[in-house]
C-alpha cells in the first residue's frame, strides 16, 4: 500500500498537494496533525527569511571592513555628505508637514479649548478632530525634534572626527 512508513500502513501524503489546512482527515492523517504542520511550515519559513536577512545586513556591515582590508578606498559615509542630505529630508518630509497640520487645525483646537460649548467643530465617533490632530502632532513633534537632534550630534561628531583625521 505505497511507500508509506513502515509497520504503519499510512500511505505517503505530501502537504503540497493537500491545500494550506485540512480539517477533515486526508489519507488515514488527522486533520489537527496537518494543521500543526502546515503552521510550524509557515513558521519555519519565516525564521529563516529573518536569519538569511540578518546574515545579508551582517556581511553588508561587513563589506567596509573587507574593502579597508583588501586596501580597496572607498568614501567613508561622512565624506558623502550623507548625514546632511539626511537631515534635510527629515526637516523637508516629516517635520514640515507635520507644522502643517498644526497649523490646519489650530483654529478648531482653540476654539475647543477656550469655548465653553463649541459649536460647528469637526467631530470623529464623538470626539473633536482637532484634539485628536493635535494628540498625534504633540508625540510625532517629539519623535521628529529628537530625530533631528541626534542627526545633528552625529554630524557634528562626524565633522570633528573627520578634523581630527586630517590633524594626524
Known amino acids: 500500500m505505497g511507500s508509506g512508513k ?12 493537500m491545500g ?20 510550524n511550515k509557515g513558521r519555519l519559513r519565516k525564521c529563516v527569511f529573518s536569519h538569511l536577512l540578518l546574515a545579508l545586513l551582517m556581511v ?27 537631515f534635510g529630508l527629515i526637516n523637508l518630509f ?4 507635520i507644522l502643517l497640520a498644526a497649523m490646519i487645525y489650530f483654529s478648531e483646537f482653540l476654539k475647543y479649548c477656550t469655548e465653553e460649548e463649541p459649536a460647528g467643530l469637526q467631530l470623529w465617533q464623538g470626539y473633536p478632530v482637532a484634539v485628536l490632530w ?32 586630517k590633524g594626524q
Open 6 to 17: 513502515a509497520g504503519h500502513g499510512l500511505p505517503p501524503a505530501p502537504a503540497a498537494r
Open 20 to 39: 494550506p489546512l485540512c480539517h477533515a482527515d486526508v489519507r488515514g492523517w488527522g486533520g489537527h496533525r496537518m494543521e500543526v504542520i502546515v503552521l
Open 60 to 86: 553588508v556591515k561587513m563589506v567596509p571592513d573587507f574593502l579597508d582590508r583588501l586596501d580597496i578606498f572607498v568614501l567613508e559615509i561622512e565624506e558623502l555628505e550623507v548625514p546632511q542630505i539626511y
Open 94 to 97: 516629516s517635520t514640515v508637514p
Open 134 to 165: 493635535y494628540s498625534f502632532i504633540m508625540i510625532a513633534m517629539q519623535v521628529h525634534i529628537f530625530t533631528l537632534i541626534f542627526a545633528w550630534k552625529l554630524i557634528l561628531a562626524w565633522k570633528n572626527r573627520g578634523a581630527a583625521k
